[in-house]
């Protein structure tokens, strides 16, 4: 049960005084039976399986609509796609890899590495592949699942693991399907299309649209790359991990952690940096990238076109060693007048010109505010999700959602984004999300859900802070919602780290 300084039940699981409430200790007594569905098995929902087989929760189901693991390792598949977050970071604390083959991995390997870790730690047999969860509906104290194929289940508690960008953005531009060559979003790759000696077009400069142009740009006749905003790009190599030091972490798994902690301590950094818009190191982050600008991109008028005109990070700051040395192949194009329409055989821009295309990729970004959603998901009293986040997402400490009880989220909205590990994220956030759950395993109480007035007051903090962030000073990105206030965590991840530790039981109720 609760530590006897978390005893006050008057006020849910908590304190009329609203103190923290420092760890929770285990029931005595062995612990009841619960019932648990995770829906998403990618990053946080493998770490989900993890984490409640570790806390002796075995009875629960991985609802994944694909065929495999991986979420959106799996899904996107382009080429050049690696994670910018160096990969003895991004991964997980408990199962750290020496077999990195780069400081920055490719896409696949990464894939592989969660299918690794799936098989080895036995999440596979807990998932229901190629079923969809269409509904949950919480209904006499527990929540009443529906999938795609009409598979029923009842849980007393859901994790949604669905990710933060999955749903692809499809720009609207007028003439988009009248295109006669082949066009996909980037998350949708097309690998029946070949590209050797093709002309192709991408449109965007996000991350993404970077990676594709470094990677194929020798590959392609022709490469136009269609910028809207230039972007800042900060040169980090992308060494390989030699067998030699590979093998070395094979044989010294502290030298794995330390490494891994070094990383996480680095990220702290950035992230320190970017809410602290006046901060010496987002100085010297814009320094390094207007250097590489300056030294790097040869023609003056270029030059100007691949200059942004809004602060370094702003938006999501752009990795990548090579991207300059791409947009001045011979055979590469920027093109900055705006488009117009796109035709049969390509685009035309607003200066006249048609730039004709065999291949068109849409690097146009995805719907970050989906979240779980299109699945209908309906609280207390009826409450739907829908309603709830109207007229935006919002969750408190990004975990819980006030009138869905026992619905906890992992990388949900208002948790921290940008250039630093989910999978650090997740870890803790599950940490949290089992205070809430171990208690109702143990009987103490049936539901949980954050309070409206915690909501409220996360909200309003948080959106205080977020005035002082990098991300608010002149830009447009997927971090800001439909005000122009950044979605995301707009402190420190030391104070995340923090909020995570331990729950505080006055911003929850229970029942
Ligand atoms: P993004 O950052 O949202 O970029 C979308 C791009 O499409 C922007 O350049 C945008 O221009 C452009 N665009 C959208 N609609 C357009 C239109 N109608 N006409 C012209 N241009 C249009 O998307 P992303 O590159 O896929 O990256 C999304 C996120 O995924 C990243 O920020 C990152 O978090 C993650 N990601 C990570 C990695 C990694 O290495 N870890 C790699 C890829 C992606 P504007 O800038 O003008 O809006």
């Known amino acids: 049960m609760y530590g006897t300084r978390c005893e006050d039940r008057s006020v849910g699981i908590g304190r009329s005084d609203g103190r923290r409430c420092d760890g929770l200790e285990r029931m005595s007594h062995q612990p009841g039976s619960l019932r648990c569905a995770v829906i998403g098995a990618g990053m946080a929902g493998i770490l989900s399986a993890i984490k409640l087989t570790e806390a002796g929760i075995s009875d629960f189901t991985i609802y994944e609509k694909a065929d495999r693991v991986g979420g959106t390792w799996r899904e996107n598949t382009y080429p050049g796609l690696s994670c910018d977050v160096p990969s003895h970071l991004y991964s997980y604390s408990f199962a750290l890899s020496p077999d990195w083959s780069r400081q920055f991995s490719p896409g696949p390997e990464i894939q592989a590495y969660f299918e690794r870790v799936a098989e080895e730690h036995d999440v596979v047999r807990h998932v229901r592949f190629g079923d969809a969860v269409t509904r949950c509906t919480f209904s006499d104290g527990r929540w009443h699942l529906l999938t795609g194929s009409g598979h029923r289940d009842v849980v007393d508690v859901v994790i949604a693991a669905t990710g933060v960008l999955h749903r692809p953005r499809y720009p609207d531009i007028e003439g988009l399907d009248s295109f006669e060559g082949s066009m996909f979003h980037s998350a949708r790759w097309d690998h029946q299309v070949g590209l050797d000696g093709a002309r192709i077009g991408i449109i965007g400069t996000g991350s993404t649209a970077v990676q594709i142009t470094s990677a194929i740009v020798d590959q392609v006749s022709e490469l136009s790359l269609f910028q809207r905003t230039a972007q800042w790009i900060m040169p980090q190599e992308n060494p390989a991990i030699s067998d030699q030091e590979q093998n070395d972490l094979r044989e010294h798994p502290d030298q794995l952690a330390e490494k891994h902690q070094d990383l996480s301590d680095l990220f702290d950094l950035f992230a320190n940096a970017v809410v602290d818009s006046e ?122 959602v006030p009138d869905f009880p026992n619905f906890f989220l992992l990388n949900g909205p208002n948790g921290p984004v940008g250039n630093f590990s989910l999978i650090e994220v997740a870890e803790l956030q599950f940490r949290y999300i089992l205070q809430l759950i171990e208690p109702i395993r143990a009987g103490r109480y049936r539901q949980i859900c954050a309070t409206h007035h915690a909501l409220a007051q996360f909200e309003q903090e948080r959106e205080q802070a977020a005035k002082r962030t990098v991300w608010v000073t002149g830009c447009k990105s997927w971090y800001l919602d439909d005000r122009g206030i950044p979605t995301g965590w707009p402190w420190s991840f030391v104070r995340f780290r923090e909020e995570m530790k331990a729950i505080d039981p006055s911003a929850f109720e229970s029942a």
């Open 279 to 400: 901060s010496a190191e987002i100085k010297m982050i814009e320094q390094a990238c207007l250097e590489n600008l300056e030294n790097n991109v040869h023609d003056p008028d270029l030059r100007e076109k691949l200059r942004p005109n809004y602060r370094a990070a702003c938006k999501r700051l752009i990795i990548s060693p090579d991207f300059y040395a791409a947009i001045q192949r011979p055979n590469a194009t920027l093109v900055t007048d705006a488009i117009e329409r796109i035709e049969p055989t390509g685009i035309r821009t607003a200066d006249g010109r048609l730039h004709q295309l065999d291949v068109l990729v849409l690097a146009t970004g995805f719907h970050a505010d989906s979240f779980m959603r299109p699945m209908e998901i309906v609280g207390r009293n009826g409450m739907t999700l829908e309603e709830a986040w109207d007229p935006r997402p919002e969750a408190y400490l990004s975990v819980s």
